[in-house]
């Protein structure tokens, strides 16, 4: 069965460091998403792309994080500096339809 | 922006008990999609939902999508304890065609 797949599963960093997340989503997918979920709440969309074109990025904080999808298939999510509030599960996730897959998402710890 | 009201928030209940999850919403939606998410791993998708008043299982759950369009719930039957986890509903609104909308989750605790 196909899967979205994302790396690294966990990271630690230290605050005002350089941190970067890939993400491959199911083969065919043309919508991907790229989520940040705080503990013990659902998923905040940061961006999302139709192929290689940003179409939604209005919660994204542009200051410090950017996200591309060069060739319209796997995606980068960077955050650059990191800060302390920045720890929290990067999920990414793709979607046919009207059916939406998560990855197993990256666990950023920032010191 | 839309939310999606999702109870319980959390319950205990005894290995072997079924377990009923609902979701509503002020806006019509076109799908609802079921998730459980287990700690530090990503939401894995349940049942999907595309028609109203659809009812679908995928073994020991089941979910309709309410003829209204605006809620939907999940039952899981028999509840063994690697059901614990946090279960979100979400949806495809008319709103926003292709942005997700996700439940407050309700978390699932199952005594043996």
């Known amino acids: 069965e196909a899967e979205v797949a994302q790396s690294p599963r966990y990271k630690i960093t230290e605050k005002s460091q350089a941190v970067a997340f890939w993400c491959d989503p199911i083969s065919g997918h043309a919508t991907l998403y790229w989520y940040r979920q705080i503990l013990g709440q659902g998923p905040e969309l940061l961006v999302q792309?139709?192929?290689?074109?940003?179409?939604?990025d209005s919660q994204l904080p542009k200051d410090r994080f950017s996200a591309e999808r060069l060739k319209g298939v796997d995606s980068t999510l960077k955050i650059q500096p990191a800060e302390l509030g920045d720890s929290a599960m990067y999920l990414c996730a793709s979607k046919t339809l009207e059916t939406q897959y998560f990855g197993p998402g990256t666990r950023l710890l920032v010191l | 922006g839309q939310q999606l009201n999702q109870s319980p928030q959390s319950m205990f209940i005894q290995e072997g008990e079924d377990v009923s999850m609902n979701c509503t919403s002020s806006s019509i939606f076109n799908t609802w999609l079921w998730y459980k998410q287990d700690p530090g791993e990503g939401p894995v998708l349940l049942i999907a939902l595309y028609k109203a008043g659809e009812l679908t299982s995928n073994g020991r759950l089941t979910a309709q999508f309410g003829i209204t369009r605006k809620d939907s719930f999940l039952n899981i039957s028999a509840s063994i304890p690697s059901d614990v986890g946090i279960y979100f509903c979400a949806g495809f609104y008319t709103g926003t065609a292709s942005k997700l909308t996700f439940g407050t989750g309700t978390r699932l605790q199952v005594t043996l």
């Open positions: 792309f139709q192929d290689e074109s940003v179409v939604d």
